[in-house]
């Protein structure tokens, strides 16, 4: 396990160490092979505990809680110079709320011993995360070797790039709350560096931004740390679900339902990662950074951080009204961002604004916290990093070879690109339709939101799922049928072949056909919830269909159907020479310019932006009254 | 066990061979009442079949392969949902496997790269758009009514749906013309405006495909109608069976489609989004809120 | 007769083409589908996509602006197709004869199989020329399909 973390980022070093490009091309396709092949141990270990306490280093033993603190420290100073050097003052103010806390928790706090659980864990959650990180990690690994073939400041790129990839495994097993905080604002420094690769205003702009929003939501995480050390007397989280609570002294003018209190900052931290509404501007500025970036930390794996922590804490908040209230805010942030998506015509925006819209869903099922609910999740958080990362690849193909990122230039991108212009429509059918993994994902999702035991405020959730998930089949419907917009006397040229960025491509494409054939295999083995929630969600598994009590559905049989439906017209289907003809254009045989509808009067961000971000500060500011009430 | 076999497969599959042949006869005699009613003979009832053959024998003008790929893709996925419904499979399934053959007929649209494909394909998502909420939530509350997504627990509740979900009903009345084509929302074919929409680059033995998906699509929306009242009515003494009154939901579903699109002219995009919307959501908030309020859910 | 050429009788799908002229005999075609002369008894539906369509009406004299149009939209109309010349303009050039500007009578740019005199032209004889396209239709399939299978005997 511990070449999941530590490996990479020594690989991370030696590349950037290492002059010239053939060489580093090497390193990095050995640090990926190397993932991949950890993680596959990792999963066929099965799920354990591991305590380590300090690592042994010729001989030494160096504990590693102190390097921890250590390094937490220098992370925060480097924030606050790089605050300093761009007069980002937001950063600057942030890092001083937070090393507060920090300070005051590391030297000031009366901390009880804790003995008997593991620093790190591997239970099955874990280990499906760390499949994704690590399996997309290598793919992405590949394909920014060919995508940053010609840029500049390479070896930095490789090397934030391996270290985030360590520090992502890390924080996928680390039970101790605060080596999640060390590790999650580690990922803050990742992103913020590799945002603003280019160097130029627009990217040392949207770093900044990404910078103070999720530096709001380290504050909020250690503020809740330090809540919960008090309240529990211990910061493992395996530990708390068995530990009764109290309220720390200085806290005890509420009521004492605020026990929920730190479990609501660590979910608004979880927010702003995740960049739901009204954080969601970072993410959307981030789009300016490479794009392997953007499929890597800002699709499948950063921006999984905010969940996973949801989904962690999902258990100790069963029935509370903190939890309707985070189920309320992830639907919102569904629907609305769905909507937005709607009006933009940058590939890259319309995939952020969708990716926002699918972690609300995430969201949004762990605050409806039934067994159900969290299945759906799970299952929504593997499925929908395939896919997008996938799609977020097919379009930075696209940028570099074709330079443009607008959806209204890659209209009939089949003849010019054939292999990734039809990835791309396999890509944006599967996260939409039938029998594929978003969708049953999506289908659990509703069959959880119409299983409420009481009537409350999770009944508006129904409106944000049906409404969120009919206007993502807009947007998809719309760009797929864009790129297959052919002209009928069009010849395709044969493209050049780029392979190491069309390998991982390839590989992902096979790779959503694959996951959607196992998932009953994937639910009945690597989705195990704890026991407070009564089902198991392989007993949702019956024979090669999911069964629930209130409904059931075979996704292996209707992938062979639909595979069916398309290809046996594919095959079938032959278009003689003779009878192509030119299309309608009331007989002038003129070729349209197509376009439009896009509704950006209506919908458009600077409309809708100027709503949706106060009610979104409003709903944070109700998160956190929920959770005294 | 051999005659229940029998009985929950075999009727099904006969629904399905003869449901294009009902949906075919049913659009022949609303062509015909048409007529009637413009003071005019018509044509015969028979004369979706003769249009379907008279397709089928004609040769093939094409314009590139996708879209007849996902026309093709759109049949079979039509006959797909309507073989869940009838077999009695997940509601939601169902309902979100229609919605994916719009969705192929919209990237069918879009494939052809003609204007007027464009503009149909986009108008077809607009009245998706429309119609997909109002008709999920109304899958909602049937959930909620019997309790499971699964079509055989509406044959098995207790009472028949429509005296819990009347306004529902309502509600999908109102949306059938936008899946039926028909005034005053057939705003995708809109064919003085926009030439047949998504359909326009068709011809020949893909043409009857997509004339013949017709015939089964408003068997499936009819059906779905139907479902509103499958149980027995015992009334003076003898007893109407379910599927009679099953048959006649249908017959007035079908009615009702004919007098709005003889009695109604096209509306615009927004204009339909608006009143479906505003309609629909106000007549399935009084219907959840009844349910709430009578105490008829089921967690 | 078979199935599919009774079919083929029934349903005759017309596109309505006006290429210059007058309109008087456009206008006489559109009072063929009102009540009082009723096309559709006999399955005409007037779309106005070529590929859609076995009849093609043609009206007035080709105009010179018109001419690839007409021959694209001819091109578009799937196999077997009837064109019908109505009204004399169509036919014969009518009273522009003589004239710049147009081609003369369609029959100069398109294979025309039934013309259909008048000025105006009358919706019952409109309706005539109609119902004597019906079997040119079927005598065309029968063509084709010969053609075909000649080819395909005389390539083996």
Same mark, same amino acid.
């Not at chain 1, 250690?222 to 809540?227: A, E, F, K, P, Q």
């Not at chain 1, 609501?264 to 500025?285: D, E, Q, R, V």
């Not at chain 1, 590989?507 to 996951?515: A, E, Q």
């Not at chain 2, 309502?170 to 936008?178: G, M, R, S, T, W």
């Given at each position: 396990m511990l070449l999941m973390t530590i490996v990479p980022a020594l690989f991370g070093v030696v590349c950037y160490l290492v002059p010239g490009y053939e060489i580093k091309k090497y390193v990095v396709i050995l640090c990926a092979i190397v993932l991949t092949v950890a993680s596959l141990l990792v999963l066929s270990g099965g799920s354990q505990q591991l305590t380590v306490e300090s690592i042994g280093l010729a001989g030494l033993s160096v504990p590693l809680s102190p390097i921890i603190l250590v390094l937490d420290y220098l992370l925060l100073l480097a924030f606050l110079w790089y605050g300093i050097k761009d007069k980002e003052y937001?950063?600057?103010?942030?890092?001083?709320?937070?090393?507060?806390?920090?300070?005051?928790?590391?030297?000031?706090?009366?901390?009880?011993?804790?003995?008997?659980?593991?620093?790190?864990?591997?239970?099955?959650?874990?280990?499906?995360?760390?499949?994704?990180?690590?399996i997309i990690g290598s793919l992405i690994l590949i394909y920014s070797i060919g995508y940053m073939k010609e840029e500049k400041h390479v070896s930095s790129f490789f090397l934030v790039m391996m270290v985030f990839l360590g520090d992502m495994n890390a924080l996928m097993f680390a039970n101790d709350l605060v080596w999640l905080f060390f590790f999650w604002e580690v990922t803050t420094l990742c992103s913020f560096l590799l945002i603003?690769?280019?160097?130029?205003?627009?990217?040392?702009?949207?770093?900044?931004?990404?910078?103070?929003?999720?530096?709001?939501?380290?504050?909020?995480?250690?503020?809740?740390?330090?809540?919960?050390?008090?309240?529990?007397?211990?910061?493992?989280?395996?530990?708390?679900?068995?530990?009764?609570?109290?309220?720390?002294?200085?806290?005890?003018?509420?009521?004492?339902?605020?026990?929920?209190?730190?479990?609501?900052?660590?979910?608004?931290?979880?927010?702003?990662?995740?960049?739901?509404?009204?954080?969601?501007?970072?993410?959307?500025?981030?789009?300016?950074?490479?794009?392997?970036?953007?499929?890597?930390?800002?699709?499948?794996?950063?921006?999984? /951080?905010?969940?996973?922590?949801?989904?962690?804490?999902?258990?100790?908040?069963?029935?509370?009204?903190l939890s309707t209230m985070i189920a309320?805010?992830?639907?919102?942030?569904?629907?609305?961002?769905?909507?937005?998506?709607?009006?933009?015509?940058?590939?890259?925006?319309?995939?952020?604004?969708?990716?926002?819209?699918?972690?609300?869903?995430?969201?949004?099922?762990?605050?409806?916290?039934?067994?159900?609910?969290?299945?759906?999740?799970?299952?929504?958080?593997?499925?929908?990093?395939?896919?997008k990362g996938l799609l977020f690849l097919c379009v930075g193909e696209v940028q570099h070879d074709t330079g443009a990122r607008d959806i209204e230039s890659m209209e009939g991108l089949v003849t010019r690109m054939p292999l990734v212009a039809y990835i791309m429509v396999i890509g944006l059918i599967s996260l939409m339709a039938p029998p594929f993994g978003v969708f049953v994902g999506k289908w659990l999702a509703f069959q959880s939101v119409s299983t409420f035991t009481s009537i409350s405020l999770s009944l508006i959730d129904i409106f944000f799922i049906i409404f969120g998930s009919i206007f993502s089949v807009f947007y998809y419907s719309r760009w797929a049928g864009k790129l297959l917009a052919t002209k009928p006397f069009s010849e395709g040229k044969p493209?050049?072949?780029?392979?190491?960025?069309?390998?991982?491509?390839?590989?992902?494409?096979?790779?959503?056909?694959?996951?959607?054939a196992l998932t009953t295999f994937f639910f009945s083995n690597l989705i195990n919830l704890p026991p407070v929630y009564g089902t198991e969600p392989s007993k949702l598994v019956m024979g090669w269909s999911i069964q629930s009590a209130i409904g059931g559905f075979s996704p292996l049989g209707f992938l062979v159907i639909f595979l069916i439906i398309i290809l046996v017209p594919v095959l079938?289907?032959?278009?003689?020479?003779?009878?192509?003809?030119?299309?309608?254009?009331?007989?002038?045989?003129?070729?349209?310019?197509?376009?439009?509808?896009?509704?950006?009067?209506?919908?458009?961000?600077?409309?809708?932006?100027?709503?949706?971000d106060p009610i979104g500060i409003l709903l944070m500011v109700a998160l956190l009254v929920a959770a005294v009430i | 066990m051999a005659d229940n076999m029998l009985v929950t497969y075999g009727v099904p599959l006969v629904l399905l061979i003869l449901s294009p042949f009902i949906g075919g006869i049913l659009i022949g005699i609303d062509r015909k009442v048409t007529a009637r009613l413009q003071n005019r003979a018509g044509p015969p009832i028979v004369q979706p079949f003769y249009d379907v053959l008279k397709l089928f024998g004609k040769e093939d003008k094409i314009v590139n392969k996708t879209y007849l790929v996902f026309g093709s893709a759109y049949f079979l996925t039509v006959i797909l949902s309507l073989g869940l419904l009838l077999f009695?499979?997940?509601?939601?399934?169902?309902?979100?496997?229609?919605?994916?053959?719009?969705?192929?007929?919209?990237?069918?649209?879009?494939?052809?790269?003609?204007?007027?494909?464009?503009?149909?394909?986009?108008?077809?998502?607009?009245?998706?758009?429309?119609?997909?909420?109002?008709?999920?939530?109304?899958?909602?509350?049937?959930?909620?009514?019997?309790?499971?997504?699964?079509?055989?627990?509406?044959?098995?509740?207790?009472?028949?749906?429509?005296?819990?979900?009347?306004?529902?009903?309502?509600?999908?009345?109102?949306?059938?013309?936008?899946?039926?084509?028909?005034?005053?929302?057939?705003?995708?074919?809109?064919?003085?405006?926009?030439?047949?929409?998504?359909?326009?680059?068709?011809?020949?033995?893909?043409?009857?495909?997509?004339?013949?998906?017709?015939?089964?699509?408003?068997?499936?929306?009819?059906?779905?109608?139907?479902?509103?009242?499958?149980?027995?009515?015992?009334?003076?003494?003898?007893?109407?069976?379910?599927?009679?009154?099953?048959?006649?939901?249908?017959?007035?579903?079908?009615?009702?489609?004919?007098?709005?699109?003889?009695?109604?002219?096209?509306?615009?995009?927004?204009?339909?989004?608006?009143?479906?919307?505003?309609?629909?959501?106000?007549?399935?908030?009084?219907?959840?809120?009844?349910?709430?309020?009578?105490?008829?859910?089921?967690? | 007769?078979?199935?599919?050429?009774?079919?083929?009788?029934?349903?005759?799908?017309?596109?309505?083409?006006?290429?210059?002229?007058?309109?008087?005999?456009?206008?006489?075609?559109?009072?063929?589908?009102?009540?009082?002369?009723?096309?559709?008894?006999?399955?005409?539906?007037?779309?106005?996509?070529?590929?859609? /369509?076995?009849?093609?009406l043609v009206v007035g004299p080709v105009t010179l602006k018109y001419k690839e149009i007409i021959k694209n939209l001819y091109d578009q109309?799937?196999?077997?197709?009837?064109?019908?010349?109505?009204?004399?303009?169509?036919?014969?050039?009518?009273?522009?004869?003589?004239?710049?500007?147009?081609?003369?009578?369609?029959?100069?740019?398109?294979?025309?199989?039934?013309?259909?005199?008048?000025?105006?032209?009358?919706?019952?004889?409109?309706?005539?020329?109609?119902?004597? /396209?019906?079997?040119?239709?079927?005598?065309?399939?029968?063509?084709?399909?010969?053609?075909?299978?000649?080819?395909?005997?005389g390539a083996a």
């Open positions: 937001k950063a600057v103010l942030l890092v001083i709320l937070q090393l507060i806390p920090l300070t005051y928790f590391e030297f000031f706090m009366p901390k009880a011993a804790h003995a008997g659980a593991g620093t790190f864990v591997l239970d099955q959650l874990a280990i499906v995360m760390c499949l994704i990180v690590s603003r690769h280019y160097r130029d205003d627009v990217s040392i702009e949207a770093s900044d931004r990404a910078l103070w929003m999720n530096l709001l939501g380290g504050v909020a995480l250690i503020c809740g740390i330090v809540l919960i050390e008090s309240s529990y007397g211990t910061t493992f989280l395996s530990e708390l679900a068995n530990l009764k609570a109290g309220l720390p002294g200085f806290l005890s003018f509420l009521p004492a339902a605020a026990v929920a209190l730190p479990f609501a900052l660590l979910a608004f931290g979880a927010f702003t990662k995740s960049a739901l509404i009204p954080f969601n501007s970072w993410l959307t500025g981030a789009m300016v950074a490479p794009t392997p970036v953007s499929a890597l930390l800002h699709s499948s794996t950063m921006v999984n /951080a905010g969940v996973y922590l949801l989904i962690r804490l999902a258990p100790l908040i069963i029935g509370t009204f309320v805010i992830g639907g919102f942030s569904f629907m609305f961002c769905a909507l937005l998506a709607l009006s933009q015509t940058d590939s890259k925006r319309i995939l952020a604004y969708s990716t926002i819209s699918y972690l609300g869903l995430i969201a949004m099922c762990t605050g409806i916290n039934t067994g159900l609910a969290l299945t759906a999740a799970v299952a929504l958080l593997v499925f929908h990093a395939v896919s493209a050049h072949h780029e392979w190491y960025m069309e390998l991982p491509l390839i590989v992902l494409v096979l790779g959503v056909f694959v996951t959607v079938v289907i032959r278009v003689p020479k003779t009878a192509v003809t030119h299309t309608y254009a009331c007989g002038t045989g003129e070729e349209p310019e197509l376009g439009g509808g896009y509704f950006q009067s209506m919908i458009g961000e600077s409309v809708l932006l100027k709503y949706l | 009695r499979y997940d509601l939601l399934i169902t309902t979100f496997t229609f919605g994916l053959s719009f969705i192929f007929l919209v990237l069918a649209g879009y494939s052809t790269r003609s204007q007027f494909g464009y503009v149909g394909a986009t108008r077809e998502l607009m009245q998706m758009l429309t119609y997909e909420p109002i008709l999920l939530f109304t899958v909602f509350l049937v959930r909620l009514v019997t309790g499971s997504f699964e079509i055989n627990s509406i044959y098995n509740a207790a009472q028949p749906l429509l005296f819990a979900l009347p306004l529902a009903l309502l509600a999908i009345f109102v949306i059938l013309p936008i899946k039926a084509r028909k005034s005053p929302f057939d705003i995708a074919e809109a064919h003085q405006e926009i030439a047949q929409g998504p359909e326009t680059e068709y011809s020949g033995k893909f043409l009857g495909l997509l004339y013949l998906t017709h015939f089964f699509e408003l068997f499936f929306i009819l059906w779905f109608v139907g479902l509103f009242y499958v149980k027995d009515l015992p009334v003076a003494g003898f007893v109407i069976p379910g599927i009679a009154m099953q048959v006649l939901l249908m017959l007035i579903a079908y009615v009702f489609l004919i007098v709005v699109d003889n009695a109604t002219a096209r509306l615009r995009v927004d204009q339909m989004l608006k009143q479906v919307f505003i309609l629909g959501m106000i007549l399935l908030i009084l219907n959840l809120a009844y349910i709430i309020v009578t105490g008829r859910w089921i967690a | 007769m078979s199935l599919t050429e009774l079919a083929r009788k029934k349903s005759p799908w017309v596109i309505h083409v006006g290429s210059g002229g007058c309109n008087g005999c456009d206008l006489e075609i559109l009072a063929c589908l009102t009540p009082r002369y009723d096309a559709s008894r006999f399955g005409v539906v007037s779309t106005g996509n070529p590929k859609h /369509a076995d009849i093609m109309m799937p196999d077997p197709k009837v064109v019908i010349a109505v009204g004399t303009c169509a036919s014969t050039g009518g009273i522009y004869q003589g004239c710049y500007g147009h081609c003369g009578s369609v029959d100069r740019v398109l294979p025309v199989d039934v013309y259909v005199p008048g000025c105006n032209v009358r919706p019952e004889a409109v309706i005539d020329g109609l119902v004597l /396209a019906l079997d040119i239709l079927n005598e065309k399939e029968r063509k084709i399909l010969e053609d075909k299978r000649s080819k395909a005997k």
